[in-house]
């Protein structure tokens, strides 16, 4: 029993909760910056290009603590293909445009990884399709220690830019007013915002719509300064991926839902409400 709890429970609970703290925290901060309660990284590109990345150096061999890092450079080339047809639609600034072309970018990313694995052995494909709908049922503690070390870096650093989303939020006029430099504290957000979704990908694959709903939830105590705000949602988030992870292992036994299907059953519900708000 406790060789079981040691080897394959805690550190499945660990990694759960690592990946809600990565993905809870980059989308409280997506929306600050973007100023739009339907950002997160699933929809807007990121961890789609940072699958695409991981399955690329997976593909070359390259794993460990550069496998994050791999998966980091996907999501930024990600970010900006959504930016650049976003632009090319002739409305950048609008929120709803840049969704839609985070899911053509997103969409991409899944195309690009079903050529990839065009010939691969069977068992990898399986392996690969399993792990694209995201999952911890693998997680072991060399792996844990690499997302551990990503977070402290991303978290740390979005927590020190909390100020800097304060006015981002705001918006670009009053932000410039400010003495922002806009521009600049954009690309900073999305960075470090990338990198932490990037790390999850890594991690545990794609688990979508986490940094939507998590951030409303923490914004449901009252706050909204997003110092305070990042660190409810790396509390908010670690609970619900946890608590999808353990909802996968119990709906079906002896079958297991993939962690991405189960938060997508809570995520598009959220999703709709809130697109329909802004119609």
Do not use: C
């Not at 703290?21 to 600050?32: I, K, Y």
């Not at 593909?59 to 650049?84: D, E, Q, R, S, Y």
């Not at 400010?178 to 545990?204: H, I, K």
């Not at 990042?230 to 079958?255: E, F, H, N, Y």
């Amino acid at each position: 029993m406790t060789y079981i709890v040691r080897a394959l429970r805690l550190p499945r609970v660990v990694m759960a909760s690592l990946v809600g703290v990565g993905l809870g925290m980059s989308g409280a901060a997506l929306q600050g910056t973007m100023r739009n309660p339907l950002a997160e990284p699933y929809l807007l590109g990121v961890s789609g290009g940072a699958a695409v990345g991981a399955v690329l150096a997976q593909a070359a061999g390259i794993a460990g603590a550069l496998l994050p890092f791999a998966a980091f450079v996907g999501a930024i080339v990600a970010v900006l293909a959504a930016f650049v047809v976003a632009h090319a639609a002739g409305a950048r600034g609008d929120p709803r445009v840049l969704l839609m072309a985070g899911v053509v970018v997103g969409a991409f990313a899944n195309a690009a990884i079903m050529v990839v694995l065009a010939n691969a052995e069977p068992n990898t494909v399986r392996n690969a399709l399993w792990w694209m709908m995201g999952s911890v049922s693998e997680a072991a503690w060399p792996q844990i220690a690499v997302l551990l070390g990503y977070l402290l870096v991303g978290g740390g650093a979005l927590v020190a830019l909390g100020r800097e989303i304060d006015v981002l939020a705001l918006g670009e006029e009053a932000a410039a007013g400010l003495g922002l430099e806009v521009d600049a504290a954009v690309r900073r957000v999305f960075l470090v915002a990338s990198l932490l979704a990037a790390a999850t990908v890594a991690a545990a694959g794609l688990v979508g719509f986490v940094g939507l709903v998590v951030p409303h939830i923490a914004r449901a105590f009252g706050l909204r300064r997003h110092r305070p705000l990042l660190l409810a949602s790396a509390l908010v988030g670690a609970t619900l991926v946890v608590s999808a992870d353990l909802l996968g292992r119990i709906l079906r036994p002896p079958a297991e839902l993939p962690l991405g299907a189960v938060t997508a059953l809570v995520g598009v519900p959220f999703f709709l409400a809130k697109l329909r708000r802004l119609a």
